[in-house]
């Protein structure tokens, strides 16, 4: 193992604003605090909730890194006390709660996973952010059953990407919402039964024609606004519909007549604030039943473009764009 | 068993309006279909959908009486092809689409249940319609557990008082909303640990301060309105809030980064438009878990007044007076 340095260059908005307020900025090394690993960071994930970051409008948790980033793979270079579930030179993919947007990155052992075999260091680090929130929001809190009907939005983002192959690969039909017709042909190529593009098509009377009528059981949503009483008319009975953003409105009008009579489950959830523990618990899930699918590639993470740490003003005018499908990361 | 009338009484609403626009009219002795039961009625419980149907905001669904009324007690004395859960001569308290408000009355077998011992015909046809409602909306949906806080709005109501008295019985802790002192001592005596007059208090603020800043786990909401971003104000992480009425509003609006911060499940169910084989389950629980708990006496229907037949009109005006605590009941 080679010596490691004392400082490292990572990535802070030094105040809110537009994507060059994206600075690289020297700091020390960080120390790994018991159950922790210290990783070499080689590619880090951008996401959304890092453009909210950088606008101010998305603080970091207590005790998180004000560096910005959510996901990162590399190889584990230091260990914390008690920390014993990787080795020194094992090549993790793990959620961070901040600090990833670096040359160096802590991790909690429990919320790093094997790079799954055959997947690049880039490929890994677009896994984390998108395969915890599908796998929660998607399988457990949504509890998506083969032969149900998902419905997810953006489905050209990491997001959606990530949820079109898992609701595949576990045996549901998948109807999507993209804003290009290019987006759609990708998101059916990855396995959309539908992709409807929003701008053209009512994504509301497309769901029900798809399901002859029925609607879709569970739907995944970070547009919100005006989209959570339209998913509401879109839902089958007993529909599960899990908000994970807001893109479009926090403050929405819902018809109670039609929560009532469709008995539909309106929930939502945050991953970034939740314990180590929850983590923990999503990860093994995701090590059980997903990271076969990854290793025999009936899955895998869609990479859209990568940029070099430095350049990370430019990854955020991307995601902003909205044209990308996949990930955006960062290489080190 | 005697011979049966060709005709009975019944009361029908001439026209939507006021209470006065029930009246007596006489009707064909209606024949039990397959499965089916005539019930000669000693008792009806009146309940709020039968006020709204009377106003002509809430429509039988199809193939239902237009008789009023969802609950009876009484005796089986006819029997259709291949029923055969009850003998003539029974006597049952069964959940009915409508046609309560008569002499006879038809029920499916399986939504009637024998009228647990010791319980008088009236008390008996003050259970189908809560004890159905609480059961569905509060164990099954809301799923609540023993040590859990249950926050039940209209703790005066039918639906009110059975949800203290079971959730109480299964080990879960009980706050409630009641419009008047007088009201809350009669809930405190039925088990409530808390019932706050929301004339006077903000049951937010008292919610929270009785569960150490926690919230309640599961909210039963018949109001609607302002009430459903109060009640997640006053919801706990992982909190399930059924609706099963809006009297105050039917759009409302929500706050999604407080359904995805504290994790809610946002719900709501009716029981009308259910499929017989439905209700047949939720009878199957009761059977099971709750007439038990009636026939020892460790719950038991709440019932504030009873009206003859013919003065059904009176019966409304008291429910819409909100005066009562438990149930109204007609007596034939």
């Not at 799954?116 to 949504?142: D, H, K, M, Q």
Request: aromatic share 4%; proline share 6%; net charge neutral.
């Amino acid at each position: 193992m080679p010596q490691l340095p004392e400082t490292m260059r990572a990535i802070v908005a030094v105040k809110p604003g537009a994507p060059e307020v994206l600075e690289l900025r020297t700091r020390p090394l960080p120390v790994p605090g018991p159950g922790e690993i210290l990783v070499k960071v080689e590619a880090a994930g951008v996401n959304r909730p890092d453009v909210l970051q950088r606008l101010g409008r998305y603080q970091p948790p207590p005790g998180a890194s004000d560096v910005i980033g959510l996901e990162i793979a590399g190889e584990v270079v230091a260990l914390g006390p008690n920390a014993a579930r990787h080795a020194l030179g094992a090549r993790v993919a793990a959620l961070v709660p901040g600090g990833g947007y670096a040359e160096y990155c802590l991790a909690h052992e429990s919320n790093a996973l094997p790079i799954p075999a055959g997947l690049s260091a880039v490929e890994a680090a677009a896994i984390p952010e998108t395969y915890f929130t599908v796998w929660t929001n998607v399988f457990e809190r949504g509890a998506l059953k083969a032969g149900e009907t998902l419905l997810v939005h953006g489905g050209g983002s990491g997001i959606g990407t990530t949820a079109i192959q898992l609701a595949k690969a576990f045996g549901a039909h998948v109807v999507t919402t993209v804003g290009s017709d290019e987006k759609a042909k990708e998101c059916v190529r990855l396995g959309a039964d539908l992709a409807i593009n929003y701008r053209t098509e009512d994504f509301v009377t497309a769901t029900l024609a798809a399901t002859g009528g029925r609607g879709a059981d569970v739907i995944l949503d970070m547009v919100g606004g005006d989209y959570v009483a339209r998913n509401h008319a879109a839902a089958a009975l007993d529909a599960r519909i899990v908000q994970i953003a807001f893109l479009r409105g926090q403050k929405v009008e819902i018809d109670l007549h039609v929560v009532m009579a469709k008995r539909l489950w309106q929930t939502g959830s945050t991953l970034r604030p939740r314990t180590v523990a929850e983590k923990a618990s999503i990860a093994e899930a995701l090590r059980a039943k997903v990271w076969p699918l990854l290793a025999e590639g009936r899955c895998k993470p869609i990479v859209d473009s990568r940029f070099p740490l430095a350049e990370a003003a430019e990854a955020h005018r991307r995601m902003e764009n909205s044209a990308h499908v996949g990930k955006i990361v960062l290489t080190i």
